[in-house]
């Protein structure tokens, strides 16, 4: 049976895995709130169409950072992807560039940054950074990744100690005593999106990772002002399904759900995705 959409990938993962390993995937500190929250989040937000527009060639393309990418669906930082493929973020760095999006690799990458930069030579990546006690080490590793063609630095700053993973606790899971999936604990992303793009005044690019799930979840997002969404566990689901093929499999979708999106919306363009689309009386 094909899989058709991300909650497919997400039931295939679950009994392809051991339960300590999909615990990983889903892990959350404490209650998982705000995960449960930033998903219902986005189901909320009702679309306002425009109808009667010419909408038979819609180009999804846009730019982070100067760079082009094929459609504003960006991989983020996770750890170890050894745990559900065997070649681990091999797999997911050749997924991003062959579908022409930016993948961000973790701090706590199960392949050398190396090997990954020789997977995808030509893929677009950024570099995610847990800021050390030791300063030196921070250098080098930075200097480490600026040699190797990363692009970016994503510095995680939300994440002053590490909350409490009840399911890796329970499962004795060691190799995660110190570590998280990249995972806010604000206010949902998708409410809190609106006063960031607001506080910036348009100076910087604003991003959304968490609880994007669907095509129509990237133009909401978009409408609501971000530039860019990033995918963290749908990745995952996507690689314990097939490596490599898997990744690709669940941005395609993604990506075509998010082109029919901007047909039925009757947007032609990203840049004409905005404010207007948002009924906010609904919100």
């Not at 060639?57 to 050894?82: K, L, M, N």
């Not at 091999?90 to 020789?118: H, K, M, N, P, W």
């Not at 030791?134 to 250098?139: A, E, F, G, I, V």
């Amino acid at each position: 049976m094909p899989l058709v959409c991300l909650k497919d990938f997400k039931a295939h993962a679950r009994e392809r895995l051991s339960k300590s390993s999909w615990d990983f995937i889903e892990g959350v500190a404490d209650e998982g709130i705000t995960r449960d929250e930033n998903i219902a989040a986005f189901k909320k937000i009702r679309l306002r169409p425009r109808y009667l527009r010419d909408v038979s060639e819609v180009d999804t393309r846009t730019t982070i950072q100067g760079e082009e990418i094929s459609a504003p669906i960006c991989i983020s930082p996770t750890a170890f992807h050894g745990i559900f493929w065997p070649d681990g973020e091999v797999s997911t760095a050749r997924a991003a560039q062959a579908a022409g999006i930016c993948y961000i690799t973790s701090t706590f990458a199960s392949c050398t940054l190396e090997d990954i930069v020789a997977s995808a030579p030509q893929g677009l990546r950024w570099f995610q950074l847990y800021v050390q006690s030791d300063w030196q080490l921070n250098k080098q590793l930075i200097q480490r990744v600026e040699s190797l063609g990363f692009k970016a630095l994503v510095i995680t700053v939300d994440a002053p100690i590490i909350g409490k993973r009840r399911e890796d606790i329970r499962n004795q899971f060691d190799l995660m005593k110190s570590l998280l999936l990249k995972n806010l604990r604000s206010p949902t992303e998708i409410d809190a999106l609106s006063e960031v793009v607001s506080a910036v005044k348009g100076k910087i690019e604003v991003y959304l990772d968490g609880g994007v799930r669907t095509g129509t979840d990237v133009l909401k997002a978009l409408a609501l002002g971000a530039k860019c969404i990033f995918l963290g566990r749908p990745i995952l689901w996507g690689l314990a399904y097939k490596g490599e093929d898997g990744v690709e499999e669940v941005l395609n979708i993604l990506k075509n759900e998010f082109h029919t999106s901007m047909s039925l919306i009757g947007c032609r363009s990203v840049a004409e995705i905005n404010r207007d689309l948002i009924q906010f009386s609904r919100l």
